[in-house]
């Protein structure tokens, strides 16, 4: 099979191959997905897990990427729950090959069913961004209709999840980003848009969830703005700088079918839309990957998706 590897952590998209590789190996509870299409996330370069497997061993050369959907090729032994030939869509494990592959073994677990109408591309968009989202929101921070959430990173793959899910569920929504993120932010519904390059974050009025997707700075300022019993929750770093009289959660996300197929049913429905800017095949992953890791100059809105097969 047709895969991308990368052998050198110091190389960086310089130490992608397009390359041959074996078919892989169905190990117990495993899926071996047919790969139709792909996502990958710009910094997962400097994971550990993208270089080592579960015991902290060299499992280079390794194939990037985590988000998938395709078609289930093979079942291994105790897998129960899909059947080959369903279109499924999910999370390749973090410390196995992943997605820029023509073939993957990823657990069944990490998978959910995907519906006849909605395409490979848009459901290889949502895994992380959608999970990501799902969990700060709902299962960290506990969000209510009738609250105010401040959605850093508000146009981006994950934010722009958020906003919308935040929306559906009825709470007022707060969204951060650059000056030409704001008809985007706008156009998913934010009620309020603050222009993080010329506008003060201090000025924002205090809400009762934070999400954060940016770190930095921008995270330590943001604790000033949690009103009492709210919550602070970043996906970028452990907080260092907490609200006064609320709670700070950092978290990494975690595969969930349940929220996989709710969040399927939401796209297949209308009431969720990921944001999926350019679609590039197998081939040319080194060079997409390459354009998101420097995405402050990206002209191309929404996530960067690979094509792995066709249909």
Same mark, same amino acid.
């Given at each position: 099979m ?7 952590r ?7 191959t ?16 047919r ?10 370069l400097?994971?550990p897990?993208?270089w ?7 499992r ?23 059947t ?12 196995? %090959?992943? =997605?820029? *592959?023509?073939?993957? $073994? ?7 069913p995907? !519906?006849?109408? @909605?395409d490979?591309t ?8 959608g ?9 960290h921070?506990?969000l209510?209709?009738g609250?105010?959430v ?5 146009a ?10 935040a929306?559906e569920?009825?709470a ?8 030409d993120a ?9 009620d309020?848009f603050v222009?993080?390059q010329?506008e ?6 205090e809400?009762?969830?934070?999400f954060d997707?940016?770190g930095?700075?921008?995270? %330590?300022r =943001?604790a *000033?703005?949690?009103? $009492? ?8 770093? !452990?907080?260092? @700088?907490r ?7 950092f978290?990494?996300v ?6 996989l ?5 939401r796209?297949?429905d ?6 999926v ?9 080194a ?25």
């Amino acid at each position: 099979m047709r895969a991308i590897t990368v052998q050198d952590r110091d190389a960086g998209v310089g130490g992608f191959t397009f390359t041959d590789l074996p078919y892989p190996h169905a190990a117990e509870n495993d899926v071996i997905v047919r790969v139709h299409a792909a996502g990958f996330t710009p910094g997962e370069l400097a994971w550990p897990a993208s270089w080592t497997d579960r015991a902290g061993r060299d499992r280079t050369p390794s194939v990037p990427g985590h988000e998938l959907s395709g078609v289930v090729a093979e079942l291994g032994y105790g897998t129960t729950g899909l059947t080959v030939g369903q279109r499924v869509f999910g999370l390749a494990d973090w410390t196995r %090959d992943g =997605s820029l *592959a023509e073939y993957t $073994a990823v657990e069944a677990r990490n998978l959910a069913p995907l !519906p006849a109408d @909605v395409d490979h591309t848009t459901a290889a968009a949502l895994p992380i961004s959608g999970l990501t989202a799902w969990q700060a929101l709902f299962d960290h921070a506990r969000l209510a209709p009738g609250q105010t959430v401040l959605v850093h990173g508000a146009a981006g793959s994950v934010g722009s999840v958020a906003v919308q899910l935040a929306r559906e569920v009825g709470a007022r929504v707060i969204g951060t980003g650059r000056t030409d993120a704001r008809d985007t932010a706008v156009g998913l519904g934010v009620d309020t848009f603050v222009d993080l390059q010329n506008e003060r974050l201090e000025d924002v009025e205090e809400v009762d969830v934070v999400f954060d997707v940016i770190g930095g700075d921008i995270l %330590d300022r =943001s604790a *000033a703005l949690v009103r $009492a019993g709210g919550t602070l929750v970043t996906i970028a770093r !452990p907080v260092t @700088v907490r609200p006064r009289d609320g709670r700070a959660v950092f978290f990494v996300v975690e595969p969930d079918r349940r929220v996989l197929t709710d969040l399927a049913r939401r796209v297949r429905d209308g009431r969720l839309k990921p944001l999926v800017g350019a679609v590039r095949p197998l081939a040319e992953a080194a060079a997409a990957f390459g354009q998101d890791r420097g995405s402050r100059d990206r002209r191309t809105p929404g996530r960067t998706i690979i094509r792995v097969t066709e249909g």
